[in-house]
């Protein structure tokens, strides 16, 4: 049980505690591991270096662990061994600059690895010094020489380097500390050489000093380079020439040679030792030849420069006129301006003009006339003497087309009081083309078009509608012609913007009844077509609008009632968008008359019935009264003015009544006041006279002559009144 929990506390803190191994038997804990550069990090060249590598292990009883060190430089694995002991040693010895770089050791206990030690970075410094040696002090010129260069006691990755008199010639990458080059010579002359090396440490490298100084001296080889020319003086083009280059002195050798003859770029010809050339004289050729000799890297080389007389110089070709238009006849000369006159006259040159289906007619020595030119041709000349030929450049000839008679236009509109731009263009013409405007045929402006995007635009002012009809442009681009076409005069349309508008109603304002066709009459002056429009004042959306090619116009309001009264008015504008207004117009609609008719019938009827209808009334209750009641009449006292008194009894009371003074002069007693008991009381009575026959009423009259003047109606009306 006990040794249980002893395995089981071990693996527990094996499992947290990195670098304790443990095994069923036995136990052992890594504690450290490093790495040391002895004697030193930083040494000199040939100093006695070790790395010591130590491993710390504690293990719980005493047995022999298995130790394997391994040592790295820069990542690479220098080093391996295993061990018991707790420390190795690896000496570098006499130490070299190649020895410089990262070192790191690890370890593996019992074939399980641990943690790597802590990487030490080792620095040499020092080379030792290079040595050069060649085969041979003394050279012929081209012979090879071999030169070896070495850094005694140096290791490593290595480039070495070969100078000759400071200036670097050669270089080689090697891994051993020597390298071997082979050098050639081509001039004679004495030369120094060194060299030198540098040593790759990743990553930078480390360059050593300059080797000692070897002197090689080249001898020159006994051969010569021969240039033969004939002749070498006084050349003109047409000679021939007869040329010789040879090489003198040549023994046998192993390298290959070469003999070249050269003009200038021109390789004219090759050969080993001996080469010929002829050709004849020009002088547009090199005048340097050059005869080259070349065995491996020796060259040598012979020159001579001649000079070439030109028999006669390269034509030239022009053309007369110098402004040539389609259809006409124009010269062509072909001339050499200079030639030689010791070896050449002039009758023997002779000139020929290319393309000969050209239809041409040579007037005299090199003077050719070519016939109705209609279109761009390219025209040279060749000038030949002495089997000589020379070409003229190509000179293009394009004929000009004249221009066409202009056409004279408005650009958009012409608007009276406002600027008016007038275009002037031809349809075809060779540019530059001049336009010129007149106005009644006096000078304007006069525009110069030298590009084919380009538009003669001319600017004036228009006063008056006529204006525009005295305007005519003229096209140039001829000038040897007088007469230069003109254009037809100016046919244009002058926009002519209103200046005023009026509106007429029909019928007049003042005569407008309901369900009459109302016309409201716009008229305007300026340019037709005039855009019309009515307005209703209180209402910003016009009523109606139209474009009239005439000067006036019209809307039509159908059946007029009263929302149509108000006041009007109409806007008036053509192409110039200037808008004239009208005065307002008021318009009342007035009823019909049979309206006024029937609505005064009516009221007249209805006043009628009112009054018969009150009448009636007046004399149904009169009536009831008369047939419930007795009237008594009593006399009175007879009065000098004849009045009657009429004395209306009921039951034993009498109640007098005011006395009304008719027309007549009588006097009427009628009830103009009455206690309201009583009335109510005679209503009663009234309405109860067939039922109570027992009541007595007496009417007493007296009687009056009658005024023949009145009539009973005039009562009657009195009393309705």
Known sequence: MGLLILLTSTLLYSYFHPGRVV????????????????????????????????????????????????????????????????????PLGEARVANSGKYRCEINIDDKPQRPSETQKLTVTGLSKPQLRLNKGVVKEGEEITATCIAPGE???????????????????????????????????????????????????????ESNNVTVSVKELPITIDLDID????????????????????????????????????????????????MVAQANYAEEFECKFEMGNVVKTATKTISVIELFSAPTLTVSPDEVFQRDDVTLTCKSESY?????????LTYTLDPPQTPQTPSRKGVFSVKSLRIETNYTCVAEAMRIK?????????????????????????????????????????????????????????????????????????????????????????????????????????????????????????????????????????????????????????????????????????????????????EAFNHVNKVVRSEEVTIEVQMVLWKKALIGGFCLLAVSVLVVVCVLCFRSK???????????????????????????????????????????????????????????????ESSMVTKEPDVEYTEVVHPRPVDPARGPADYHDYVSN
């Open 622 to 684: 009169r009536g009831k009264r008369d047939g419930a009641a007795e009237l008594s009449v009593k006399p009175s006292s007879p009065k000098s003015d004849d009045t009657l008194t009429v004395t209306l009894t009921h039951d034993t009371e009498v109640y007098n009544a005011d006395k009304v003074v008719m027309d007549s002069g009588a006097a009427v007693s009628v009830w103009t006041k009455r206690p309201p008991e009583e009335d109510v009381a005679i209503d009663e």
């Open 155 to 209: 290791m490593g990755s290595f480039f070495f380097y070969i100078y000759e008199d400071s200036n670097e010639i050669k270089e080689k990458q090697v891994s051993s500390n020597q390298a071997e080059f082979k050098l050639r010579f081509s001039s004679v002359n004495r030369r120094r050489i060194h060299c030198t090396y540098t040593v790759l440490i990743t990553p930078y490298s480390v360059k050593s000093e």
């Open 390 to 570: 020379k070409r003229s450049k190509t000179l293009t000839v394009r004929p000009k087309i004249f221009v066409s008679t202009p056409k004279i236009s408005v650009v958009g509109r012409a608007i009276l009081g406002q600027p008016v731009k007038i275009l002037c263009q031809s349809d075809i013409g060779s540019l530059p083309i001049n336009y010129t405007l007149f106005k009644d045929f006096v000078e304007v402006s006069t525009i110069s078009i030298n590009r084919s995007s380009q538009q003669a635009h001319f600017e004036v002012n228009i006063t008056s509608p006529e204006d525009i009809k005295q305007y005519i442009c003229e096209a140039s681009n001829n000038h040897r012609h007088n007469k230069q076409p003109l254009s037809e005069k100016l046919n244009a349309i002058v926009i002519v913007p209103p200046s005023y508008a009026e509106l007429m109603a029909v019928p007049d304002e003042s005569g407008i009844y309901e369900g009459d066709d109302l016309y409201l009459l716009c008229r305007a002056d300026g340019t037709p077509p005039v855009t019309f429009k009515w307005y209703h004042v209180g209402n910003n959306l016009p009523l109606y609008t139209n474009t009239s090619n005439d000067y006036s116009s019209s809307y039509q309001v159908p059946s007029v009632s009263k929302e149509h009264n108000g006041r009007y008015y109409c």
């Open 340 to 348: 030689a006159s010791e070896r050449l006259s002039e009758d023997e």
């Open 231 to 278: 002749p070498v003086t006084r050349v003109y083009e047409g000679d021939q020439l007869n040329i010789l280059c040879k090489v003198n002195g040549l023994q046998h050798s192993d390298e290959s040679v070469r003999l070249l003859l050269i003009q200038g770029i021109q390789i004219l010809s090759s050969g080993l030792t001996n080469v010929s050339h002829s």
């Open 23 to 90: 095994d069923a038997q036995r136990l052992f804990i890594l504690k450290d591991i490093t790495l040391t550069i002895e004697p030193s990090k930083d040494v000199k060249r040939g100093t006695n270096v070790s790395l010591r590598c130590k491993a710390t292990v504690s293990q719980s009883e005493t047995w022999e662990l298995r130790r394997e060190y391994t040592v790295y430089k820069d990542n690479n694995l220098i080093y391996n061994k295993t061990s018991i002991s707790e420390e190795i040693l690896y």
